[in-house]
Nanobody, 123 residues
């Protein structure tokens, strides 16, 4: 099994910065994609940013120029550096990963989500 644990959420004022991180664990062989999604009340879960194994990034238009995603392939971690935060960025942020793991001696696919971390931007 593969698990993800997020950290770093909290309360921040408009215009401030915050960094959320995600640590993976398990018998991971390869992580193809890692990323962040967010969900706020009354809205569907939306992609924030993703990064592939070779470093290609994708950002939602709403966060381009303000958020930066990065990953450490050796540690199987991903972070999201958020700046110029707005109240509309308030949401639970979920880490996501997709790849392969050693499942009882076999190469198996995985696709997992973390439990989420709350980012609350106050005006």
């Amino acid at each position: 099994q593969v698990h993800l644990v997020e950290s770093g959420g909290g309360l921040v004022q408009t215009g401030g910065s915050l960094r959320v991180s995600c640590q993976s664990s398990g018998q991971i062989l390869r992580i193809a994609d890692m990323g962040w999604y967010r969900h706020s009340p009354g809205r569907q879960r939306e992609l924030v940013a993703t990064v592939s194994g070779d470093g290609k990034t994708v950002y939602a238009d709403s966060v381009k120029g303000r958020f930066t995603i990065g990953r450490d392939n050796a540690e199987n971690t991903v972070y999201l550096q958020m700046s110029s935060l707005k109240p509309e960025d308030t949401a639970v942020y979920y880490c996501y990963a997709r790849g392969n793991f050693n499942g009882y001696g076999q190469n198996r696919d995985f696709e997992v989500w973390g439990q989420g971390t709350l980012v609350n931007v106050c005006s």
